[in-house]
Each structure stands twice: as structure tokens, then as C-alpha cells.
């Protein structure tokens, strides 16, 4: 072993040592995802090399690295870091900035954006296991699956992507009450990926203009549709406006077999040949290791279509958000489950809530009746019904 690799591994015990102290009396599934990453990136560096690791996956790690290594060496006004372009779009600088400190540190480019990666892993994966507080390893793992943060997320946090930091701010701009946390939020996503921004800005107009609309009406299971078709029409707007305006769009079957993949995860079964790498089979397999990436949409269109009508403002801007997007990223040449990643959060918690509050509704129902039922009802039933049937479920449930 070279000593710079002997140094990779160390700093990557270290960092982990760190941080796993930071998380020591959080959910244990956090340090669980600590430990996992520390093992992983090791794996991987030692698989293929501590500078050719940067091409596993995507060569967009090169890229990242490449960037910190120009902030690190402060060649900022040389090059390419001297013109606009370079700062707002190609380097995607909140990412390989937040990495920048590590570095200056002495650790390792690659290992430095890959500890970016992580703790925005674990910010987010402490976000939702507050939102929704659940008991026991199996139950977090649940929430953590079903938002992302599971097999995927733990995937991604082992890569010098950007990915999981564009989780933990899209979810970030979905849930802050305060306009300057959202701002913030928009603007980083902004210069980490401008299409995901104008999805996110185009929903957000489309549901306040909706919620005005239909304030005093309730369309019932016609919403979801509605609202999925608005948004994917808007979606291909914008990009034609954007990107194409000599261009005349053209939508037939195959270009409508596409955009419907992409709620069912299954987008390399439309793709073109010269833009996917492996067989079919391979894609399959990778579904299955990564059944997140297909239980999510799924399982997020279905409750969409069935649950309409009972929507918050969060969840139907979950719904065009990503349908907006996917009206953009179907007209591109990266339409993959990847580019969908950063809006899994909120589809999850979408799924979460109506699973959580059907379930709520049912266990006071249940209660209520066996109340009802009672010869005697005093208020102590009721007191006990509270406590231990509505109260245990509804603690749970933010809509």
C-alpha cells in the first residue's frame, strides 16, 4: 500500500470518527449510514485507485474535483474561472465550495466532496426521522427508504456528486415557513441545477394560482391528473422557451411513453440505445438493488391518483414540482432516474402523510366507536382514548 493511499484510508477513519460522534445519540440508523459510508469509500478507493475512483459511476466527479483543486490553488481569476459562465453554471459552486474547507485542511479532494455528500445525507435522513417519529431501526429505516435517503441516498453519499445536496435543499425550499430559508434554498439549487430551479419556481406559481382558483372546490380524484398534465405541458413550455424557441415540439406515443416512464421509474425502457450504457438486464438488476428508485414514483403515482382531493399545499407542489420537471428533462438527453432524485424527499413524504393521517383516521375511529359502545362513557374513556388511540397517531402526522 502507498502512503498516499495509507493516508486516504486514515483521513476517511478520522472523518468518520468525527462525525459518527456528532451522531452518536441520534437514531442509530444514522450511524448505522456513518459506518457504511466509511466501509464503502474505502472499498471503492481501494477497488480502483485513489485518483481513478473519480471515474467510477460518472466522470462527473473529475469535474468537482477539478473545481475545488482551482479554489484550493486560487487560480480564480485565470482560465476558464474567470468568465461568468464558469462560476454560475459549469463549476456548480455551492457543492465543490462546501467541500473547499475540508481540503484546505489537508484532506483529500475526492474524500473531502464525498464528506460534503454525506452530511448532507445525514442532515436530511435527521430532518425526516424528526418529522416523522417513529420507534424502532426497522420503522426509521422505513422513512429513510421511502424518502430517498435509504439504498440510493446511501449510494450517492458515497460519490463526489452533487446529489444528495440538491435532496436536503429541495426539501429544504418545500418545508422552510421563513422566506429567507426558502430564498436561499431556491438560489443554491439555482446554481446547482437551473432546470431543477425553474421547476421548482413554476410549481410554486402554479399551485398558489391553483389554491386561489379552487379554494371553495374539491375536484376529488380528477385533481391529481389535473394537475400532473398542467405540469408537464408547462414543463415542455419551458423548455422550448428555454432552449428550443426555433424549434416545434412534436409529441406522439414514444415521446408520451416517456414522460409516463418516469412515474413508474423505469426510464431506460424508452431511452435510446446511444444513451444507455448497460443491457436491459443489467438496468433491471440495478432496479432491483436499488428498489427505491422504483417503489417511490410508483408508489407515489398511485397515491396521487387514488387520494385526490385531501392534498395540502406541500403535496401539490410536490406533484407538479416533479411534474413540471419531468415535462423539462424528457425533451433533454439525460432524462434518468438520477435527474429525478433530488424530488424523492417530497414525494416520500407526500406518501407518508396520506398513509399517515388514513391511518390516524382509522385508529380514531376505531376508538370513537369502541367509546361509543361503552355502557358507561365517562370523561376518563375519553381521556384514555386521547392518549393512547388518536394522540399516538396524530403526533405523527404534520400535513
Known amino acids: 500500500m502507498s502512503e498516499s493511499s495509507l493516508t486516504y484510508f486514515l483521513q476517511a477513519v478520522l472523518i468518520a470518527g468525527a462525525i459518527y460522534t456528532t451522531v452518536w445519540w441520534r437514531p442509530v440508523i444514522l450511524r448505522l449510514q456513518v459506518v457504511g459510508w466509511a466501509v ?20 462527473d466527479q473529475i469535474q468537482y474535483a477539478s473545481t475545488v483543486r482551482t479554489l484550493l ?13 464558469w462560476w454560475l453554471e459549469y463549476s456548480k459552486i455551492p457543492y465543490p465550495m ?12 475526492a474524500l473531502a466532496l464525498k464528506t460534503v455528500s454525506l452530511i448532507f445525507l445525514l442532515a436530511l435522513s435527521n430532518d425526516l426521522l424528526r418529522r416523522y417519529r417513529c420507534e424502532g431501526g426497522y420503522g426509521q429505516f422505513r ?10 441516498g446511501g449510494f450517492f453519499s458515497l460519490l463526489a456528486l452533487r446529489d444528495t445536496m440538491m435532496m436536503y435543499f429541495v426539501y429544504r425550499f418545500a418545508t422552510d415557513r421563513t422566506l429567507t430559508g426558502r430564498l436561499i434554498s431556491f438560489a443554491v439549487i439555482l446554481l446547482l441545477r437551473s432546470h431543477l430551479a425553474a421547476a421548482l419556481i413554476a410549481a410554486e406559481i402554479m399551485v398558489a394560482a391553483w389554491t386561489w382558483v379552487m379554494s371553495r372546490r374539491n375536484l376529488a380524484y380528477i385533481e391529481a391528473p389535473l394537475l400532473i398534465c398542467g405540469g408537464v405541458l408547462v414543463g415542455i413550455g419551458l423548455f422550448y422557451w428555454n432552449f428550443g424557441a426555433l424549434q416545434t415540439p412534436g409529441y406522439g406515443i414514444s415521446e408520451v411513453k416517456e414522460i409516463v416512464s418516469n412515474f413508474v421509474g423505469l426510464q431506460f425502457l424508452t431511452q435510446q440505445e446511444k444513451f444507455v450504457r448497460l443491457s436491459v438486464g443489467e438496468l433491471l438488476a440495478s432496479r432491483l438493488l436499488f428498489s427505491d428508485t422504483v417503489v417511490i ?8 391518483l387514488l387520494c385526490g382531493g385531501i392534498f395540502t399545499y406541500r403535496h401539490r407542489l410536490a406533484l407538479v414540482a416533479f411534474s413540471v420537471y419531468i415535462g423539462i428533462v424528457t425533451n433533454t438527453d439525460f432524462n434518468s432516474f438520477r435527474q429525478n432524485i433530488p424530488l424523492m424527499p417530497l414525494m416520500g413524504m407526500l406518501i407518508l402523510d396520506i398513509y399517515r393521517s388514513r391511518e390516524s383516521r382509522k385508529l380514531g375511529m376505531r376508538a370513537s366507536g369502541e367509546l361509543g359502545n361503552s355502557p358507561n362513557p365517562t370523561v376518563a374513556d375519553g381521556r384514555h382514548w386521547y392518549k393512547h388511540a388518536g394522540y399516538r397517531a396524530a403526533r405523527n402526522v404534520r400535513l
Open 297 to 304: 414514483p410508483i408508489a407515489f403515482t398511485v397515491i396521487c
Open 40 to 59: 464503502a469509500v474505502s472499498a471503492i478507493a481501494w477497488k480502483y485507485g485513489i485518483e481513478a475512483q473519480l471515474g467510477f459511476y460518472s466522470n
Open 98 to 109: 462546501a467541500a473547499l474547507p475540508l481540503a484546505l485542511a489537508g484532506v483529500h479532494v
Open 73 to 85: 490553488n486560487w487560480n480564480w481569476g485565470t482560465g476558464e474561472s474567470a468568465t461568468l459562465f
Open 143 to 152: 422513512i429513510l427508504y421511502i424518502t430517498g435517503c435509504g439504498f440510493i
